[in-house]
């Protein structure tokens, strides 16, 4: 049974930095687009970044650019979330995930998520 498994969410002021880690097991990694979502309360899912299968190519939602950082380590079935400059509005539950599609931008796409870490940005 496929298993993604996050870590390194948790409590963080303002303007501070985290690391999201997401291993993949029983996954032919290589294989997969990689991402990660995410969920405040009171709101819907919404897509925040993801890498293709060699790591060529990366995408992020708009309001993350420029302080979000996809990356992925094939040989450890690993891929990361690193986050700095981060905002009270960051607050929310990641989700990795894996897709068997080239590009992964919706949740229709995704053939795998992970149980979620909570990041919870304090102003």
């Known amino acids: 049974q496929v298993q993604l498994v996050e870590s390194g969410g948790g409590p963080v002021q303002a303007g501070g930095s985290l690391r999201l880690s997401c291993e993949a097991s029983?996954?032919?990694?290589?294989?997969?687009?990689m991402g990660w979502f995410r969920q405040a309360p009171g709101k819907e899912r919404e897509f925040v970044s993801s890498?293709?299968?060699?790591?060529?190519?990366?995408y992020y939602v708009d309001s993350v650019k420029g302080r979000f950082t996809i990356s992925r380590d094939n040989a450890k079935n690993t891929v990361y979330l690193q986050m700095s400059s981060l905002k009270p509005e960051d607050t929310a539950v990641y989700y990795c995930v894996a897709s068997s599609r080239a590009v992964v931008t919706t949740s229709t796409s995704i053939n795998y998520w992970g149980q979620g870490t909570q990041v919870t940005v304090s102003s």
């Open positions: 890498i293709s299968r060699s790591g060529g190519s990366t």
């Open positions: 029983k996954l032919t990694f290589n294989l997969y687009s």
